[in-house]
């Protein structure tokens, strides 16, 4: 697999399960995270439409986590590729007027297809993981249709951050670098040198297309829970395989215990939060907070990602499907997520790791 600018020589071979990674703090990028989902979030609030407020700031939240460290022209180009193919996941909605046999078969060729397209560049890798990750949601709240109107507000999300992000490149200037930025591209380059000489990918073309194949049987499976999860957070497990399987760096198995631990804390902390918090300003001052470690919180290791990221998507989902605030409703979608974490251990993972090691022994 190529290895990002992010990734740890660490992280290349898999190990260290608690490994943190260093991390500098970045303020202009943790104010815009805060902001960007903050902002629509509280005008909704104030406007009596707290619905449009969340779908907006939910385009805000997945381009603050597609974001990578790099050139501001590079960040451009991603945010421009990867927003609209984001928002076609929204129009995955429609498939729920079928049967739900040929929901799990579609979703599970457009695994194949967002397995296919995560080869062929990081910019297409993290439009293919936000479109998962809303599709899941669509399908799994079939009352927010029309469906369009989401991703309308998807893009304008995309649109407010793109707005933000060029406010920042006027006041740093375009070729403006961080510290942190110049830090982590140089460890990078002896790793990314390392895996350059391997054909393909680090793992062999044919375990590459063994995985694309993984992530499609992982979300047939996942979408097939349905018929047995009559929860109504049921959609955390495909959400939960997307979100695990996708990310391009990395032990797939390494990253679903990762994703089960953070989640854990997680968990705890949006349902405290849900608990005791009305949806006011408070709330939304909680949840600018969040965003605002968020980056942060990326950069240091996939468990404490997990830890900022789920409280925010629980605290966001919640207005869509409110739970009762309860530690039965808490723990409901724990479960759920341990179950697409078990589902990528059991399914996209295990019957790999052989094939991944034998493919890595071949000279």
């Known amino acids: ?126 439009g293919t993981l936000q479109t998962l990750l809303v599709a899941s949601i669509a399908l799994g709240v079939p009352a927010i249709a029309p469906f369009w109107e989401p991703a309308v507000l998807y893009l304008v999300g995309a649109a407010f951050y ?51 194949l993984a992530l499609a049987l992982c979300l047939g499976v996942a979408y097939s829970a349905r018929w047995l999860d009559s929860s109504p957070h049921w959609f955390w497990i495909p959400l939960t395989v997307g979100l695990v399987m996708k990310p391009d760096f990395g032990s797939i198995y390494d990253r679903a215990l990762q994703r089960i631990i953070g989640t854990v804390v997680g968990v705890i902390i949006g349902a405290l939060v849900l608990a005791v918090v009305p949806k006011g300003y408070l709330f939304v001052l909680i949840m600018a907070l969040l965003a605002g470690v968020l980056p942060w919180a990326m950069q240091r290791s996939y468990i404490l990602q997990a830890v900022f990221l789920t409280p925010l998507i629980l605290m966001l989902v919640d207005v869509i499907v409110p739970g009762t605030g309860s530690v039965d409703d808490a723990l409901q979608r724990l479960l759920d997520t341990v179950i697409g974490g078990v589902i990528v251990i059991l399914l996209g993972c295990l019957p790999w790791r052989h094939a991944s090691r034998v493919s890595k022994a071949r000279p």
């Open 1 to 126: 697999m190529p290895v990002s600018a992010n990734t740890s020589q660490h992280e290349v071979h898999g190990q260290g399960l608690l490994h943190m990674k260093p991390a500098t703090w970045r303020w202009s990028r943790a104010i815009r995270a805060a902001f960007s989902i903050g902002l629509p979030f509280a005008v909704g609030l104030a406007l009596g439409d707290i619905m449009t407020g969340m779908w907006i700031a939910m385009g805000c939240l997945m381009m603050a986590t597609g974001e990578r460290y790099g050139p501001y022209r590079e960040v451009c180009l991603t945010l421009a590729v990867s927003a609209p193919i984001g928002a076609l996941g929204y129009l995955a909605g429609y498939l729920g007027l079928l049967p739900w046999w040929l929901v799990v078969l579609f979703m599970a060729l457009i695994g194949l297809g967002a397995g296919f397209l995560n080869s062929r560049g990081r910019m297409l890798s993290i």
């Open 162 to 212: 793109a707005l933000l992000l060029g406010a920042e490149i006027l006041v740093r200037g375009w070729h403006a670098q961080d510290v942190s930025e110049t830090a982590t591209v140089a460890t990078a380059a002896p790793v990314a040198a390392a895996t350059s000489s391997r054909p393909e990918t680090s793992v062999g073309g044919a375990v590459q297309q063994a995985l694309a």
